[in-house]
């Protein structure tokens, strides 16, 4: 007898009990689980006594109560679930790719506005100008009278009368170049930010989640331009054209504009990764995979000491960065240029000279220590190379633990380690050939550029280690649109009405006929046991097809829809590279497998050729199918 299949609307529990005791006798429930990708890819209705037409079977999201056997027999389903099937997802809530991409693209010009910026601080070009003018500030000095007064500006300003009274009108052109660049830049990132960020919250196109955001982006844009002009001031003070004193900005402004500019790419990059993120996840959950997620966010959860280091290692970057701007406000690297000694044969300079009497502003010297670990040279550069050290060997302590326990981790986390890790090693070479050749400025801009570089791979390592708020969102998201009572009326006239059900054959996966021996291709299994079995199939078939039509104990849960990893076989090396690179949801389930190894793939998309002939593919000798919430 074939058993039958019940697939529910989206109705509420009383409803469904209602349905389930009309249907015939035998019919038994099992869980939800069952209604996977694979049905809704094989599955169609029927022509059925009413002469109705083939029709596809729609499901926008698949969450069902699932009755009878997938395996066996035929299916059936009801007039009722084309009557009533709903949209799950409340797809207003999401924000859209473009808004990420939006995102990132303006992260990536805000990290080209540094790079502007440390040029700008490099060649001593930022306070050129003398002047704040947001809007007619945008249009350069065009003819020669315009420079001339732009020039005699300049002359007023300390740094022009005590480093710079011999320059020219030619050589006061090249500086003000760089400054009126950064100035113009800034103007265009904050439009590109604060525009759409104003037509999204003007016409209600952004959700509660991402309006936050863009309100504290937006805000960070006008911050950052009063930051800016506030340290340029301080290096305008009429202050400094007293003796002693030497014309520039401070660096504890500068230190401060740094930050926010920091602050705001953090918040471009972890929202639109985020966003990426969140549309990864629901993906998924439109594909029927949400346990496979949940337990993946689960596992990635009980990473405790993992989890912790990641954050500390952005903590360490961050700080790291930020003691970067107090060694370029004082031109800290100008001295000690040797690496790792600072001076003749010494990891530090002595006692006297790094805690000095002369930066205590106060009588009893009470602010001795702390004032010299923010204006002393010599302190702030051995307070840089300290930290940089600490984070290069915390990043590397992270990555020899991810090493050991790669077998057990998602793939893309141990991806993104790796990338991180490397990241802050080109970034600790670079810091070192910036000392030790006086601080060129082409190095130190590829520096100052890889602090974010490395910053950014530092903040999608951990995000990929939190994923249970972006997975939250995504849940919350995902939950059935509330009916109104006047759509409820026809759900009830549907369950009243009389079924008509559909019939369908089952697609196997032993279809195909076997070769004649010695005519196929060669596929050697090495079982869990280790025992080899050698069997030939065609050209065309799966590794999981061929397993299954020789009683092959391989198991694919999901019937080759990539919706679960319990086909997971580990391929010999030598095939491995044969074979073409797996797509995304492939790798989304490799990450969920056991024992996963670097030549591991799905047997139901590996597909024989000609040129496998005598592949090996290994089973492993444990699976976990987590629909079932089993272990084999």
């Not at 360490?316 to 790792?340: K, N, Q, R």
């Not at 019939?503 to 046991?529: C, D, M, N, W």
Request: net charge positive.
């Amino acid at each position: 007898m074939n058993p039958l299949w019940f697939s529910r609307p989206p109705i509420s529990r009383n409803a469904l009990q209602l349905a389930g005791k009309r249907l015939s006798t035998g019919v038994f429930c099992r869980s939800s689980f069952l209604l996977q990708k694979s049905v809704l890819n094989r599955t169609y209705f029927g022509k059925s006594s009413l002469s109705q037409k083939r029709v596809p079977f729609d499901f926008t999201f698949p969450r069902p109560s699932c009755f009878g056997s997938l395996n066996k027999g035929r299916f059936i389903a009801t007039d009722a679930h084309l009557e009533t099937s709903k949209k799950f997802v409340k797809t207003d809530n999401i924000p859209s790719k473009k808004v990420a991409f939006w995102l990132l693209g303006s992260s990536a010009l805000v990290l080209a506005i540094v790079v502007v910026g440390g040029i700008t601080r490099l060649t001593e070009s930022g306070l050129s100008i003398t002047e704040w003018k947001p809007v007619s500030g945008v249009i350069p000095p065009l003819t020669s009278e315009q420079w001339d007064q732009e020039f005699e500006l300049y002359k007023q300003s300390p740094e022009f009368q005590k480093l710079n009274s011999r320059m020219t009108v030619d050589e006061f052109k090249h500086i003000f170049f760089w400054e009126w660049f950064h100035r113009v830049l800034g103007r265009g990132i904050g439009l590109l930010i604060a525009v759409p960020s104003f037509y999204m919250l003007a016409r209600g196109k952004s959700s509660p989640w991402l309006k936050r955001r863009l309100l504290g982006l937006t805000g960070l844009v006008a911050l950052q331009g009063v930051i800016g002009w506030w340290m340029v001031k301080s290096g305008l003070s009429k202050q400094l054209l007293e003796d002693g004193s030497h014309p520039r900005v401070s660096h504890y402004r500068l230190a401060t504009h740094l930050a926010a500019a920091v602050a705001l790419y953090i918040g471009l990059v972890w929202t639109g990764h985020g966003i990426l993120q969140r549309h990864a996840f629901l993906k998924s959950l439109k594909n029927g995979t949400f346990s496979s997620i949940n337990n993946m966010v689960t596992s990635v959860k009980s990473m405790k000491g993992l989890r912790l280091g990641a954050s500390s290692l952005v903590g360490l970057i961050l700080t790291t960065l930020l003691s970067g701007a107090l060694v370029a406000g004082l031109d800290a690297g100008m001295i000690y240029c040797t690496f790792p000694a600072m001076g003749e044969g010494r990891l530090a300079p002595p006692k006297e000279e790094l805690f000095d009497v002369r930066y205590s502003r106060k009588d009893d010297h009470s602010d001795l220590y702390w004032r010299n670990m923010l204006d002393n040279p010599s302190l702030v550069q051995l307070q840089h190379r300290a930290l940089a050290v600490t984070t290069f060997l915390t990043a590397c302590g992270i990555f020899l633990y991810v090493q050991l326990k790669k077998r057990t981790l998602p793939k893309k986390i141990s991806t993104s380690v790796s990338i991180a890790t490397g990241a802050l090693t080109a970034q600790a070479g670079l810091g070192i050939l910036t000392l030790i050749h006086v601080v060129p400025v082409p190095l130190a801009v590829l520096h100052q550029a890889g602090s974010l570089v490395a910053l950014t791979a530092a903040l999608s390592m951990v995000q990929r280690l939190y994923p249970e708020f972006a997975f939250r969102n995504v849940r919350s998201w995902a939950n059935p649109v509330s009916s109104s009572p006047s759509s409820t009326k026809p759900v009830t006239n549907a369950l009243n009405q009389k079924r008509t059900f559909h019939s369908f054959p089952v697609l196997r996966h032993s279809a195909s006929q076997k070769p004649a021996p010695g005519t196929g291709i060669k596929v050697y299994f090495v079982t869990p046991e280790g025992r080899e079995v050698l069997i030939e199939g065609n050209e065309g078939d799966s590794i999981l097809d061929l397993a299954h039509s020789n009683n092959i104990d391989l198991e694919g849960a999901c019937e080759g829809s990539v919706a679960c990893s319990t086909c997971h076989v580990v391929v010999d090396p030598e095939h491995y590279e044969l074979l073409e690179a797996p797509e995304e949801d492939e790798e989304d389930m490799l990450d969920l497998a056991f024992g996963l190894e670097e030549t591991s793939r799905l047997g139901c998309q590996v597909i024989l050729r000609k040129d496998l002939d005598g592949i090996r593919v290994r089973i492993p000798s444990q699976t976990r199918n987590i629909r079932l919430e089993r272990t084999k």
